[in-house]
């Protein structure tokens, strides 16, 4: 439900002028009937994605935050003339819309309905069983709930927290109503379709929790509206939409300063979705093991914390070992990189245990320096390229550091397992990969040295 750039774009001569016409009436409107019929037609003629910002903006204007929050109470208390999944899915589209407007996505009133869009997106909500046993009033509109727009009943919004229960772990919210709803007159009959719960209302939930995160203070406020056990909640009960927007989005919390945060107040969620995304990563075919490789780093502790993952981290580097063995494009072998870096930053090489293995991913991460800065400074260097070399960097220096403990070790007459122990041969190659690296690395930095004795300006790939 979010807002196009073009005004219009997509829309025919019909859908323009029918749109106008309802713009004209919901501006006029007397009451929330009216409003609500002109909402009615416009979300269901004029999709809103094909809705530029200042028709979304005239919509505003004209019924405010005012009318979601009243269609809320309105679905929460089942008063309203339509079923309640209607007047949701309309409140929802709204703020959706409205969530596109950088200005109007911080609003108080607009952040007030977090906690339910959470609710509503991992299934601890539903409204569906709210009151199964009421019976319709045809003949009532939303405005029984709340205040007409004069704004008689001040503070909708509080009532709208008294409304809608939004304690999490509510049991009896998944289930169904046992029972088929009465049948009404005319102006029941003539409301939408219900929303799927696994289709539009859900994707408007996540257009407005993703609008929020991409405000200023947006993912420290999620974090404080406890957005990260509600979408881990999501998907470790596949919830709809949990897979394509509830895990990106999580990994956008994850990824920040709230990170830390977000581990000391829900490690016991994070690690269970952390068990469950191990699970389905070893699980998984080649393509859909890859794509979990760009959002799992996200997921993993933070370096030093006291969280156990030992078990994780061996199942982890299991499932990278034919990955590291496969043959992939630079895109691809990039994110398994990325992923081992982190892996050897929170646990270092004794999940591994095979010493092939982590000569294996010295060697691919060598030879990813060297390509990686075949291109002279100044060139045009992606973020997720500078990701990449950072990653390899890392896994250098973890393999620097590894030699060296070995060494030690042999000193101290320490034998490891056969399995963790090279060949005479192996360390050769190693160390001859690791001077080819390093070389590279060298001679790029000497590069940039010249050019800005030279006085040349130009872009360096440095560390991230």
Excluded at 186 to 214: K, S
Aim: proline content about 8%; hydrophobic content about 40%.
């Amino acid at each position: 439900a979010g807002a196009g750039e073009g005004e219009g774009a997509g829309l025919s001569e019909a859908q323009r002028v029918l749109l106008e016409r309802c713009l004209q009436m919901l501006s006029n409107a007397p009451d929330d009937n009216q409003s609500l019929a002109c909402l009615l037609l416009i979300t269901r003629f004029c999709p809103a994605a094909q809705l530029g910002r200042s028709t979304l903006r005239r919509v505003f204007e004209a019924v405010g935050f005012s009318l979601p929050t009243r269609l809320l109470v309105s679905a929460a208390k089942g008063d309203g003339g339509c079923p309640p999944e209607v007047l949701l899915g309309l409140a929802v589209s709204l703020l959706a819309g409205f969530s596109s407007d950088p200005e109007l996505v911080t609003h108080p009133q607009l952040l007030k309905t977090v906690p339910l869009l959470l609710d509503l997106v991992s299934q601890q909500q539903d409204l569906h069983c709210q009151n199964p046993d009421r019976q319709p009033q045809a003949k009532q509109g939303p405005e029984s709930a709340g205040q007409d727009h004069d704004g008689s009943e001040p503070q909708p919004e509080e009532r709208l927290e008294q409304a809608l229960p939004l304690s999490p772990g509510v049991p009896g919210h998944n289930q169904e109503r046992g029972e088929e709803p009465a049948e009404t007159d005319t102006a029941d009959q003539n409301c939408p379709t219900p929303n799927d719960p696994g289709g539009p209302l859900v994707q408007d939930c996540y257009e407005v929790l993703w609008g929020v995160c991409g405000s200023a203070h947006g993912p420290a406020l999620l974090l404080s509206r406890e957005a990260v056990p509600a979408l881990c909640r999501a998907y470790c009960q596949s919830q709809a939409l949990s897979r394509e927007r509830g895990l990106p989005l999580l990994a956008q919390l994850m990824s920040g300063p709230t990170r830390k945060r977000a581990w000391e107040r829900h490690a016991a969620q994070l690690t269970a979705l952390l068990d469950r995304l191990t699970t389905e990563f070893c699980q998984a075919p080649e393509q859909d093991r890859l794509q979990l490789c760009t959002h799992l780093p996200a997921f993993l502790p933070p370096v030093g914390g006291s969280m156990e993952v030992g078990a994780n981290m061996v199942a982890l580097w299991g499932g990278l070992r034919p990955l590291l063995q496969a043959r992939l494009s630079p895109a691809q072998l990039g994110l398994v990189l990325v992923l081992a870096a982190c892996l050897l930053d929170l646990a270092g090489w004794a999940p591994l245990g095979s010493a092939r293995l982590g000569c294996l991913l010295v060697n691919r991460a060598c030879v990813e320096v060297r390509m990686g800065l075949e291109e002279p400074p100044g060139a045009v260097v992606t973020e997720m390229q500078q990701h990449i070399l950072t990653a390899c960097y890392r896994i250098l220096e973890a393999a620097l550091e590894q030699a060296c403990s070995l060494g030690l070790a042999k000193d101290s007459s320490q034998s490891g397992s056969p399995d963790t122990q090279i060949s005479l041969q192996q360390g050769k190659q190693l160390v001859g990969v690791l001077q080819e690296a390093f070389s590279a690395t060298i001679y790029y930095l000497q590069q940039v040295r010249e050019r800005k004795g030279k006085g040349e300006r130009g872009r360096c790939v440095s560390c991230k």
